[in-house]
Nanobody
Framework: QVQLVESGGGLVQRGESLRLACAAS????????MGWYRQAPGSQRELVAT???????NYADSVRGRFTVSRDNAKNTVYLQMNSLKPEDTAVYYC??????????????WGQGTQVTVSS
């Protein structure tokens, strides 16, 4: 079992920045892709950014140029640097990890979510 714990969410004003972190723990064999997703009230959960184990990144059009996803494999942690935040970025942000088990089994794991609220 793998657990993902997020941190860094909060309440900020338009134009400010936040840095989210998601640390994986538990019975970790190999974490492949990691990603950030968000869900606003009344909306479906959507992809924000992903990063592969080789540090290839992908971003939603709505955040490209403002958000940066990175990872520290030694710490089993993925980060999301969010700059120039807009009210439309307000959502619960979830961390996702694709875990490769010792029997070459793939399993998705999700964090508990952290609230990001952008005022103004």
């Amino acid at each position: 079992q793998v657990q993902l714990v997020e941190s860094g969410g909060g309440l900020v004003q338009r134009g400010e920045s936040l840095r989210l972190a998601c640390a994986a723990s538990g019975n970790i064999f190999r974490i492949l892709n990691m990603g950030w997703y968000r869900q606003a009230p009344g909306s479906q959960r959507e992809l924000v950014a992903t990063i592969t184990s080789g540090n290839f990144t992908n971003y939603a059009d709505s955040v490209r140029g403002r958000f940066t996803v990175s990872r520290d494999n030694a710490k089993n942690t993925v980060y999301l640097q969010m700059n120039s935040l807009k009210p439309e970025d307000t959502a619960v942000y979830y961390c996702k990890a694709v875990h490769l088990g010792p029997d070459v089994d793939l399993q998705d794991y999700w964090g508990q979510g952290t609230q990001v609220t952008v005022s103004s």
